[in-house]
């Protein structure tokens, strides 16, 4: 006999999501077959899109009814936006559908009130934002720390410095006439630029040995003038 269509339907759905071209989709495709589900909606979105730029999240939510069960392998396969994941969670609930996290074991009832399940969903939800919010910083840590270690390497092109100035820097840096501040400021380059500059470029290694030369002859200078004070 064909149900109507306010009649509850019973159906497990499951919807998968990997933001990225690299991940994927098989370990939350394997978790949802064991647990035998009825229609499951997948989609591979760049980063947390809105919903809008989610085809198959707005497929999945049309394609839900009153008395199934919508499984997520975790928290933020639905959204990793601690508002946005607790008002889509709302919502199929107000569809009449049960909803299942997996990983973290939580079921909530669109008709049965749970308070530890629903403590439970907020702290989850709030991980989950914190920890997206951990990994921006953590990404934009580390790619300052990229930027300091290889400067020439991210700052688009390369500083054309002339042999002049170049020659200039490796005087100032090795005789200590100048700071690596005040290189940096005068050429508008970054320190670690300044210290290739004076030891390791291969067109400066006659000018670099003299100047170490006189470097050493200076350092032994200023011990027998300390010795001699003694």
Same mark, same amino acid.
């Given at each position: ?7 509850? %339907? ?28 009825? *229609?499951?909606?997948?989609? =591979?979105? #760049?980063?947390?899109?809105?919903? =809008?730029?989610?085809?198959?999240? $707005? =497929? ?44 973290? /074991?939580i079921y909530l009832s ?6 530890? +399940? ?19 910083? %953590?990404?934009?840590?580390?790619? *300052?720390? !990229? /930027?300091e270690a290889k400067p +020439? ?20 840096? $090795? ?5 690596? !501040? @005040? ?5 508008? $380059?970054? &320190?670690?630029?300044?210290? /290739?500059? !004076? ?6 290694? *006659?000018? &670099? #040995? @003299?100047?170490? *030369? ?14 001699? =004070?003694?």
């Amino acid at each position: 006999m064909k149900k109507e269509d306010n009649e509850p %339907r019973g159906f497990k759905v499951g919807y998968a999501r990997v933001s990225s071209e690299d991940q994927n989709l098989d370990r939350q495709l394997e978790t949802f077959k064991n647990l035998g589900l009825d *229609k499951v909606f997948f989609e =591979k979105v #760049q980063g947390d899109k809105e919903d =809008k730029d989610r085809p198959e999240l $707005i =497929k999945f939510m049309d394609y839900l009814k009153s008395g199934d069960t919508a499984y997520f392998a975790s928290f933020d396969r639905l959204s990793r936006k601690n508002l946005r994941l607790l008002s889509l969670i709302e919502e199929i609930k107000s569809k009449g559908v049960s909803i299942h996290f997996v990983e973290e /074991r939580i079921y909530l009832s669109p008709t049965i009130e749970n308070p530890y +399940d629903e403590l439970n969903a907020n702290i989850f939800a709030a991980f989950s934002d914190f920890f997206k919010k951990q990994l921006k910083v %953590r990404q934009k840590e580390g790619i *300052k720390a !990229a /930027r300091e270690a290889k400067p +020439d390497l991210y700052q688009g092109r390369k500083t054309a410095l002339s042999l002049r100035v170049r020659k200039n820097i490796l005087t100032k840096i $090795i005789l200590k006439q100048s700071s690596y !501040a @005040e290189i940096q400021a005068r050429y508008s $380059i970054s &320190r670690s630029t300044a210290w /290739r500059v !004076a030891y390791k470029d291969e067109s400066l290694v *006659k000018l &670099r #040995q @003299e100047c170490l *030369k006189l470097r050493y002859e200076n350092e032994l200078k200023k011990l027998a003038q300390k010795k001699s =004070k003694t």
